[in-house]
């Protein structure tokens, strides 16, 4: 896939995701950046609540000057996604003269909307690709992370099915990966690097791996 441009990781907490973007990233021109806190959320938001208020009005009334919604029934739907586009490339995303692939990762995929929200992204960011990474529940749930929560392990757990019931409806658009797989066989990733179109490198991978990421995980021993 040599035209992609734009690739989004979809996990939750402690899944090894920062891992996966080190590994991502070790493909020349890629550059994925770190969490956000769904920032995109708040564009999105701006972007729904334009077209909700542009739909309810009556067009020919809120023309007129003298209507208090006045000029919203001219919001700008393809104009509001490119500039939206233009704001996260400049500050979220920042490619390099040197990048090709960009996105973020992100655990925050847990919205009641997030079918909505997803093809959001996929209008900001057209032709953009989803990597879903997962971990075994129970050893998510145990860490730091969410032990203070209240029952991890459902919470974790309707994580992992909204975004698995999300991007069930994205076809090639996306990509389903397992830590716990990876780790104990980089080789498993040859079929994420095959459906990105990108050079499978192992090495490389091993290599990554042995570099500390995030919280200490067993895939440095």
Do not use: C
Not at 90 to 113: C, F, H, M, N, Q
Not at 190 to 213: C, K, N, S, Y
Request: glycine share 8%; no cysteine.
């Amino acid at each position: 896939m040599r035209d992609l441009r734009h690739v989004f990781v979809m996990t939750y907490g402690r899944s090894g995701s920062t891992l996966l973007m080190g590994i991502l990233n070790s493909i020349p021109g890629w550059l994925l950046r770190g969490e956000n806190r769904h920032a995109m959320r708040h564009l999105y938001d701006f972007h729904r609540s334009g077209l909700a208020e542009k739909a309810r009005v009556d067009p020919v009334r809120a023309a007129e000057p003298t209507h208090p919604w006045f000029g919203i029934e001219s919001f700008p739907e393809l104009a509001s996604l490119q500039h939206i586009r233009a704001l996260a490339e400049a500050t979220l995303l920042r490619p390099e003269p040197s990048t090709r692939v960009t996105g973020y990762k992100e655990i925050r995929w847990y919205d009641a909307d997030l079918p909505d929200y997803v093809d959001f992204l996929q209008q900001v960011f057209p032709g953009a690709r989803f990597v879903v990474n997962t971990r075994r529940l129970e050893d998510v749930a145990a860490s730091n992370y969410w032990t203070h929560k209240d029952d991890p392990l459902a919470q974790v757990t309707a994580i992992e099915d909204k975004i698995l019931g999300t991007v069930a409806g994205l076809g090639d658009a996306a990509y389903r990966v397992h830590y716990d797989d990876y780790v104990a066989d980089p080789g498993v990733l040859r079929g994420l690097f095959d459906w990105l179109g990108e050079d499978f490198d192992e090495q490389r991978i091993r290599e990554v791996m042995a570099t500390p990421h995030s919280s200490r995980g067993k895939h440095r021993g």
